[in-house]
């Protein structure tokens, strides 16, 4: 069958999946990086926020004292 | 201090009541209709004129040898079993690629008194195994089947 | 001043603490990669649905790992209510966060997989819906904290409400023994081929130390805003006449 993906030698040639199941596949694993991946961007923008916090702090409490 | 302390402990009280409370209620509380997904075909054939005409979900397993589809008009015929009762279903359109003798099924649909489950729309129920196929077998043999004889038509 | 000092002279072990989690979180990234190609790469096609047993190894680790977040959840909110530390309450949120959002991931693969296999996206089934129920109780978890302004009492709510929506994750594990559903029971090394229990294993380790990684790194983050607003609050404080109130 002719596939978009090239499924190694190992998977039997004869296997009739049919060829929408690939788009199910690729799918699945793209989420998953995507929720990966868009999750490490938000990690980076809280750290980055809680660092300009901190240190807005640090300079208010050198003023101060 | 000590008023904070006390303030904390009443929390902690009230949040494990609440908690406990709502334990007990998913448990034992008489949500069941929910919490059964389909009837089994001895069930449906139990409720007898009760059941007919109303919008029910049926489960079993595709008895085997039962299948009869026609390509030409997509109209499928079988019987679904929960080993003790069969009930034959009907259904329109091409089934989900997973289907095949022995299968578990659900189907959405009315029984009437012409002793024929009417499927509104039928769902592929796998078991909790993943096989590879066999020597010799071939995966999804059914759906090729089928797939073969509609383009047959 | 104190905690503020405390944690001045505690920020060279916590920065050799914050290279240890990027050694997690990589490792995490590179056995994920590994995982995939390894899971992808020698799975032969199940008998029944081909392929697409290949969506096991990213559906059933986010469900795991979702629930491992729960339960830190709960383990955090619970010692919360017990000692009353803040920082407890911090960890609870960050493992919250982490956990919907591995819930969502795992709805939404879940729909992903069943559309091409059962016939479906979508049906209001026990674990379906207990799944959904879940979900949507850390929604609010997180939403009821960005309501609440007062710290302390942000994480006494958040606290019973992070509880009961910890609660659901035994409720949803057992859905499928306790109750007739159209998803199937836990698969174990039993009804599953040898050849899918090693990627599989591989996978949800993998998601594992990148599950850890996030709660240790959102963690760090809320505690260091957190030192900041108490720093803040104090020079307020000092700032006003009388501000000594406190």
């Known amino acids: 069958m002719s596939s978009w993906i090239a499924w190694p030698s190992r998977v039997p040639p004869e296997v009739p999946v049919p060829e929408y199941n690939n788009a199910f596949i690729i799918a699945a694993f793209a989420v998953t990086w995507l929720a990966v991946i868009g999750y490490g961007l938000h990690l980076r923008r809280a750290r980055q926020a809680a660092e300009a916090r901190v240190q807005s702090a640090r300079s208010a409490l050198g003023g101060g004292a | 201090m000590s008023s904070d302390t006390g303030r904390r402990t009443a929390v902690f009280v009230i949040a494990g009541v609440i908690v406990a409370g709502a334990f007990a209620y998913l448990m034992l509380g008489g949500i069941e209709d929910n919490l059964e997904y389909f009837k089994t075909p001895a069930e449906l054939t139990q409720l007898g004129p009760e059941a007919y005409g109303k919008t029910v979900r049926l489960g079993g397993q595709v008895a085997p040898g039962s299948v009869k589809w026609d390509a030409a008009s997509l109209d499928l015929r079988f019987r679904v079993t929960d080993g003790a009762q069969e009930i034959e279903v009907h259904s329109k359109g091409a089934p989900p690629q997973m289907f095949r003798d022995g299968m578990g099924v659900v189907v959405i649909g009315r029984y009437g008194a012409g002793k024929v489950f009417e499927s509104k729309e039928l769902m592929i129920r796998h078991s909790e195994e993943y096989r590879a196929p066999k020597p010799g077998e071939r995966p999804q043999e059914m759906y090729r089947s089928l797939i073969k004889g509609e383009k047959a038509s | ?246």
């Open chain 3, 1 to 246: 001043m104190e905690s503020v000092v405390n944690r001045a002279a505690t920020a060279a072990p916590m920065a050799s603490r914050e290279v240890r989690w990027t050694t997690v979180g990589v490792a995490g990234l590179v056995l994920l990669v590994a995982a995939q190609v390894y899971g992808v790469l020698t799975s032969p096609p199940d008998r029944d649905m081909g392929h697409l047993q290949k969506i096991m190894y990213v559906h059933v680790p986010a469900a795991w790992n979702a629930m491992l977040a729960f339960l830190l959840v709960a383990l955090a909110s619970l010692r919360y209510l017990w000692k009353g530390r803040l920082a407890d309450d911090l960890l609870a949120a960050s493992a919250a966060e982490v956990g919907m959002l591995l819930t969502g991931l795992t709805l939404a693969l879940g729909m992903i997989w069943g559309k091409p296999t059962w016939g479906i996206w979508w049906t209001w089934e026990p674990r379906l819906t207990s799944t959904a129920v879940l979900f949507f109780m850390f929604v609010a978890y997180l939403i009821l904290r960005t309501f609440v302004d007062d710290a302390e009492r942000r994480a006494q709510w958040s606290a019973v409400v992070g509880l009961l929506g910890a609660l659901n994750v035994p409720i949803v594990y057992m859905s499928v023994r306790w109750w007739r559903t159209l998803h199937q029971m836990q698969s174990s090394p039993m009804t599953l081929d040898s050849s899918y229990t090693w990627p599989l294993r591989a996978n949800a380790v993998a998601l594992m130390l990148l599950m850890a990684y996030a709660v240790a790194h959102r963690y760090r983050s809320a505690l260091m805003t957190q030192t900041a607003d108490e720093l803040m609050d104090r020079l307020a404080l000092k700032g006003t006449p009388g501000g000594s109130r406190a």
